[in-house]
């Protein structure tokens, strides 16, 4: 079977290698990967610290995505024989005053409720496993299950698989003579595919320090703002992101820089020794209900896109889905609730 592959982000690459490992013969059509929302993604597999209020069958997605993530990244690894900077310490929810803190035991009460295994941890607790957090740090949780992975080196692996890449920009799929084609170009879903994603602009800073300061993620709120803090083992620490709804500018704003390096010093005052390395701005895909849209469109067409926050997390979870659905005509991962039919 060929098949071609609109877009060449994590998504598309991921359901291309899952395709290239059942025997298919791939193409992925993208003009500029480097502008796809992984290289601005922090990498946070966090299917708890990421799971918002009222998001409970996103959130069992997101879990079953996590489960697939450790063979994922073996799988990967041994493929490539490249890093991934694949981590398993775990996500900190972090509160800096009382008010903070009760917004923390509201969501740790919420996980809970939902079943997801949450540790509600004090603030001296939380200083005996970070103790560079701040001596002000009310209280907050620790999410055992979540990890983390370099969407960098992720990227880099992904490429380096066996899949002809070809750098050209596809506005009209009836151009394309694959036997069977997968729109995953994020934002680009709404020209191509006609369907409601939208950007979502994230402005994200990468500090670098000669030593890591944090072993965990941590998902900060100080003084009602919040921010993540994501530690690497060589010294960066990457601190993101807005939520913006500004279509598709990428301009990073002094407000922004600011709103992000406040908390994050609040939270953790060795930040303000760093090097500020890089700052940059991404486009998020999201959809009206802040899901993935994944299964069928028409004829030999199929849409894996608009995963908004989540998609390094959903990357094993869509590329075993999408390849079931275009291989076998089925797949064993509940998407029901995914299907293009829902904005259609
Ligand atoms: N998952 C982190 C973000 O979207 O900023």
Known sequence: MKVGIVGGGVIGLSVAWELLRRGAQVTVYDADPGRSAGRVAAGMLAPTAEAGFGEEALQELMLESMRRWPAFAAGLAAATGMP????????LLVALTDDDLAEVRRLVDYYRRAGTPIEPLTGRRL????PLLSPRVRGGALAAGDHQVDPRLLLAALRSLPVRHEARDVTDLSSLRDDVIIVANGCGLAAVAGL???PVKGQLLRLRGPEPLLTHVVRGVALGRHVYLV???DGELVVGASEEERGADTTVTAGGVLDLLRPAA???PGVAE???????A???PGTPDNAPVLGHLHGNVYVAGGHYRNGVL????TAHAVADLVTRGSTDVDVSGYGVSRFT
């Open 84 to 91: 991934l900077g694949y981590r398993t310490d775990g996500t």
């Open 127 to 130: 200083r005996e496993l970070e």
């Open 196 to 198: 409601p994603v939208r």
């Open 231 to 233: 530690p690497r083992a």
């Open 266 to 268: 609040d939270l953790l």
């Open 274 to 280: 760093l090097a500020l390395a890089e700052t940059l």
């Open 282 to 284: 991404g486009l998020r």
């Open 314 to 317: 959903l990357a094993p979870v």
